[in-house]
């Protein structure tokens, strides 16, 4: 069953791809009149009187003077006619016109099937289904797909939202011989879940860090510790950049709770740990300087909101600050 359906698909990836290619080419010109194509125009058609001598070798081509009016070639689509116009509601009835779904935390692909019957009393052709994103698949089999009187069938639509966010609509267009039908997939992708991790992911995070502290703004890492932080100031800066590590609830041990430290602090403090990180540990460097992903204005927006948020300890010592990793854009000013 599953490679009856592999193989399917393949085939039909393909056969969709030249209607789909076909359609779109007949949809350009339709909006435009109809192409004829002749390279060399006649004399009159250029402007001068004959008799002229014929045109000097390479000449510029002309590409399709208009000409309205003229038959545009048919393309071979199918060999079953796709009917113009709706698809009357008393030849297919559809359980629903538009499937929704929600993704979990970290899926990417969301399934969604249309299930039809067909209550006319002939058959119906289904000739071709066109969708109005790459990102969204109908898997059916080989077209033209023949659904005889009575008989049941189902679309299932594939949504690929690597990479999107929020509420994306698609439309799946089924076309067949006896008009067609629009409907609808709508797929929610919820924000990046803090409880979206595994122990085990936890750990290989960990240990990408410590092989490269800064690991945790590049590639995959970045949709959750860099996207957020983009554009914010202040304490929803902190809430993104800072309290994904800080203030989660299952972080791991070796991040401190920045409100219950045991020594003084100062904006000098506060700086210097966002600015730099600490060599070693999990904690990273965000300065620009260092390749995280804080501008100067941001990092002085976190400290002005660390300063008044989390109070300095009243008589207790100061720290010593992580020793400083010289940059070659942060070497001559000493890092600030
Ligand atoms: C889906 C969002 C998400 C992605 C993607 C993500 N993180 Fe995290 N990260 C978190 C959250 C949330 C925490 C807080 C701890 C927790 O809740 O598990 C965290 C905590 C951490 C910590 C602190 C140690 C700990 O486990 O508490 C490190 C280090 C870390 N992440 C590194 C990385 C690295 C490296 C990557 C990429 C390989 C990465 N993260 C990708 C959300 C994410
Ligand atoms: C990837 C997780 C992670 C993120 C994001 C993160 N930290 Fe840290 N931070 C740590 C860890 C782990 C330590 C402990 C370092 C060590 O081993 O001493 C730490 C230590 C610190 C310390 C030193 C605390 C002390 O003991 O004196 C400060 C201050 C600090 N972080 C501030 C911040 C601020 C501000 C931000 C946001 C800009 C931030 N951190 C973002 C993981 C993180």
Known sequence: MKKRFVLAWTVLVSAVWQ???AALAQATFAGSNPPSIRLIPTPSEVGLSAPQPPPPAPRPIQVRPLQPGAAFPNFPVTPVATAPGPLPPDIIVW??????????????????TFNFTNVSSSDVTITHVQTSCGCTTPRLPQ??????????????????MAGRSG?????????????????TVKTTI???????MTANERLRNQQLVLADR???????????????????????????????????????EMVPDLTALNHATSAE??????????????MPAFAHAQGGPLSEAQITSLVDYLVKAMPSKPG????????VVPTKASAPSGGR
């Not at 629903?96 to 969301?110: C, F, I, N, Q």
């Open 214 to 252: 800064q690991a945790v703004f590049k590639g995959d890492c970045a949709r959750c510790h860099v996207e957020p932080v983009i554009g914010k100031m202040g304490k929803d800066l902190y809430t993104a950049a800072c309290g994904i590590c800080h203030e989660a609830e299952h972080r791991a």
């Open 269 to 282: 403090y506060w700086r210097h740990w966002i600015t730099h990180g600490k060599v070693g540990s999990l």
């Open 316 to 323: 207790a010592a100061s720290p010593s600050l992580p020793a």
């Open 167 to 183: 509420t994306i609509f698609k439309t799946v267009t089924v076309n067949t011989d006896k008009g067609w039908k629009m409907l």
């Open 95 to 112: 359980d629903e016109d538009l499937k929704e779904s929600t993704l979990a935390p970290g899926e990417v692909h969301s399934l969604l």
């Open 19 to 21: 209607v789909e290619t």
């Open 190 to 196: 919820p924000p990046a879940s803090p409880t979206a």
């Open 143 to 160: 077209m033209p797909w023949k659904v005889a009187a009575g008989r049941h069938g189902e679309i299932p639509v594939v949504m690929n």
